[in-house]
C-alpha cells in the first residue's frame, strides 16, 4: 500500500550482522503492528506498538515507534539464518479501526 | 494449541469453475477477515466480518463472496475463477469490542490458489 511504505525491499546481510527494517507512514499510525512471513506461508505476529515513542523488544528484534508516530523500526541484533524471510509491517490508520493497511514487506536473507 | 486453520494449502482449479476456499479457527475472535496476498505484494483486504455482520470492501470484485456459518467458520467463494485471482489467500481473525484496546491479527498458513 502507499499509505505505508517500508525500506528497504530486500536485504542480504551476513549471520551476525545487525539490520533495521523502516516503516512510514504520512498519517498518524494508531497501531503498528510488525509481522514475518516465510515464503508460502502465513504472517506470524511479532510485536505490536501503540504510543508514541514506545519500545518493545522479543529475543533479538527490537521495534520503535517514533514520537510522531508516523515512523516505525524494526531492528535485529546479530542476525541469524534463522531470522530470513518477510518482514511486514501493518497499520491502522484510524483511531479505533481494526482494519489494518499493509505494508509490500521486506525481503531478508541471512548468509550463514 | 489455539490457532487458525486454513484449508486446503494448496487448491488448483479450472478458469471459470466456482472454487471454496476454508478457514476455521478456535481462538473464540469475534471478527475474520479475507486477505489475498499476490507475489511480492501486501495482503489486500477483500471483505471481514464482524460477528454477524458482513463487510465488504469497496474495490473487492462481485466475483467473490463469504459466507460465516458460526463463529468458528468462514468460507471464501471464489463464483468464477479468472487468471488474475490467482494468488495466496490469507484468513485472519481477531477479538474486537469495547475496553479490548488495540489487538493483534492472527493469521492461518494461507491457501494458494491455482487457475489452469
Known amino acids: 500500500s502507499q499509505e505505508l511504505e517500508q525500506s528497504p525491499q530486500s536485504l542480504i546481510v551476513q549471520e551476525g550482522k545487525n539490520l533495521t527494517i523502516n516503516c512510514t507512514s504520512s498519517?498518524?499510525?494508531?497501531?503498528l503492528y510488525w509481522y514475518k512471513q516465510k515464503y508460502g506461508e502465513g504472517l506470524i505476529f511479532l510485536m505490536m506498538?501503540?504510543?508514541?515513542?514506545e519500545e518493545k523488544s522479543h529475543e533479538k528484534i527490537t521495534a520503535k515507534l517514533d514520537e510522531k508516530k508516523q515512523q516505525s523500526s524494526l531492528h535485529i541484533t546479530a542476525s541469524q539464518p534463522s531470522h530470513a524471510g518477510i518482514y511486514l509491517c501493518?497499520?491502522?490508520?484510524?483511531?479505533?479501526?481494526?482494519?489494518?493497511?499493509f505494508g509490500s514487506g521486506t525481503r531478508l536473507l541471512v548468509r550463514p | 494449541d489455539a490457532m487458525v486453520i486454513q484449508n486446503p494449502r494448496y487448491q488448483v482449479t479450472q478458469f471459470g469453475k466456482p472454487v471454496t476456499l476454508s478457514c476455521s479457527q478456535t481462538?473464540?475472535?469475534?471478527?475474520m477477515y479475507w486477505y489475498q496476498q499476490k507475489s511480492s505484494q501486501a495482503p489486500k483486504l477483500l471483505f471481514h466480518?464482524?460477528?454477524?455482520?458482513f463487510n465488504n470492501e469497496a474495490d473487492t470484485p462481485d466475483n467473490f463472496q463469504s459466507r460465516r456459518p458460526n463463529t468458528s467458520f468462514c468460507f471464501l467463494d471464489i463464483r468464477s475463477p479468472g487468471l488474475g485471482d490467482a494468488a495466496m489467500y490469507l484468513c485472519?481473525?481477531?477479538?474486537?469490542?469495547w475496553g479490548e484496546g488495540n489487538q493483534p491479527q492472527h493469521f492461518g498458513d494461507g491457501t494458494r490458489l491455482s487457475i489452469l
Open positions: 485472519a481473525t481477531s477479538r474486537v469490542g
Open positions: 498519517k498518524t499510525l494508531y497501531g
Open positions: 506498538l501503540q504510543k508514541g515513542g
Open positions: 501493518g497499520a491502522d490508520l484510524m483511531d479505533s479501526s481494526y482494519k489494518l493497511i
Open positions: 481462538l473464540n475472535h469475534n471478527v
Open positions: 466480518y464482524y460477528d454477524k455482520d
